[in-house]
């Protein structure tokens, strides 16, 4: 099972990147628990700087943008998805 994780406070652009993750997971039939991180402490571990950020299986794939839904759908893929 993949392991997501939206890094944010919460913001409109937070809730759009988790969206793009749903549809994703739920496009590719993947098993995947996806995990919205709102904990400053917990995001700047991933050394994010601007939100949102995106997380696959403990890898930062993206952050400080809202990438296209195949980009997330091909970083599910490559993480075995």
């Known amino acids: ?7 944010g406070p919460g913001c409109a652009n937070c809730r759009k990147l988790e969206e793009i993750a749903r549809e994703a997971v739920a496009q590719l039939g993947a098993e995947a628990k996806i995990e919205k991180v709102t904990d400053v402490q917990a995001i700047l571990a991933y050394d994010v700087l ?9 890898k930062l794939v993206s952050s400080g943008r809202i990438p296209a839904p195949a980009s997330v759908a091909e970083w599910i893929r490559e993480a075995g998805g």
């Open 1 to 7: 099972m993949l392991e997501i994780k939206v890094l």
């Open 50 to 58: 601007k939100t949102p950020g995106l997380v696959i299986n403990g």
